[in-house]
């Protein structure tokens, strides 16, 4: 029900920008400067996890995040993995696995990361492909995606994992949804002034939970 009202704001702030347009106040470089870059990567369902227990490579394994959040082990069931750092995660096993050996060791491996849904970046609006695209289908010519956040990801780097922009998209009308200090906030980027005319300037940070809205262009 929490993801349906979040996905529900998205869609409407979307068609208020499609009104709108881009009157949001700009995201600039200057505002990269006061982001922290302190950044760690928190395990989300879907994730493949190795299991590494020091000295006992007969209960080192890798498992996969259940929708549920939890992993099993051999000699441990039902483990909550999502939302754990891999060294919270760690620490959780060790304290299980010492029932059975003494003073375990276990270092966790994170493969094929897709993150917890706060950490992920959404992309929605006039995307390459449109509705035909790979992506969830929203109105005719829009689609959404999401990509699994990656430390010092730019706006051209996700443009790139994009692979491009809808026919119709208005670039520099874009905006992205930003969470700061518990608060939606709203800003304007320039996504055709950095693609189309090679201004870096236009080339901001993504933040993990950053939202990208890219609206149609009306001629």
Known sequence: MKTLKVINK?????????????????????????????????????DSVSI???????????????????????LAEDLLASGKTPSQLARVMEKALSKYVRDP???????????????????????SGG????????AAHYSAKAFPY??????????????????FADGNSASII??????????????DDLVDNADLSANVKILPGDILIIPQSFF
């Open 178 to 191: 930003r969470n700061i200090d518990g608060e939606s906030q709203h800003f304007g980027i320039r996504i």
């Open 150 to 167: 990656k430390k010092d990801m730019t706006l051209l780097d996700l443009i790139i994992q994009l692979g491009g922009l809808g026919q």
């Open 105 to 127: 060791q276990v270092v966790i491996m994170v493969s094929g990361g897709q993150g917890v849904y706060s950490q992920q970046v959404r992309v929605i609006g006039q995307l």
């Open 10 to 46: 998205v869609i409407l702030l979307f068609v208020v920008a499609l009104i709108s347009g881009c009157g949001y106040p700009q995201l600039t470089q200057e505002d990269d400067a006061i982001i922290s870059s302190d950044y760690t990567y928190i395990i989300g369902p879907g």
């Open 131 to 138: 509705s035909g695209g790979s992506g969830l289908g929203v």
């Open 52 to 74: 590494f227990v020091w000295g006992n490579p007969d209960i080192s394994t890798t498992a996969h995040v259940r929708p549920d959040g939890k992993i099993t082990i051999p």
